[in-house]
């Protein structure tokens, strides 16, 4: 089963870091990464770009509306995310608690269901 790992914190959290714990902080998570990536349960990571550049699409009446800002209103936003496919929902689990960035955030787990043809 593929699960997608959702990595969120506020503001001050993401930008609080001193450069040295932030290179520390990668570098645990590209280990733990490489680390599944050898057990094949690792699949794909991302980080995302900041709050201000993303947008919001609204389309009503075939009318779009595009607005600033995040997916939905929130002090914490997605600052990354991961892909794995593991055999449990336990396993999943175990991932997600194991994410260094956890200690800072939170780590949000959901089922991937109905894989597009085009992932073929």
């Given amino acids: 089963m593929k699960y ?3 990595i969120y914190a506020n503001e001050d959290t993401f930008t609080g870091f001193a450069p040295e714990d ?3 902080l990668i570098a645990d998570t590209e280990a733990q990464q490489a680390a599944l ?3 094949g349960e690792w699949l794909a990571a991302y980080g995302v770009a900041d709050q201000v550049n993303c ?3 609204t389309t009503r009446s075939g009318e779009a509306l595009v607005t600033d800002g995040p997916y939905i ?5 997605l600052g990354s995310f991961d892909i794995i496919d593991v055999e449990t929902y336990e396993r999943a689990v175990e991932i997600a608690t194991a994410v260094p960035f956890a200690k800072y955030g939170s780590v949000e787990i959901r089922p991937l269901m109905n ?4 992932n073929e």
């Fill in 4 to 6: 997608l790992l959702m």
């Fill in 22 to 24: 932030i290179e520390r």
């Fill in 37 to 39: 990536k050898e057990t």
């Fill in 55 to 57: 947008k919001t699409v």
């Fill in 73 to 77: 209103e929130t002090k914490e936003y």
């Fill in 115 to 118: 894989e597009s043809a085009s």
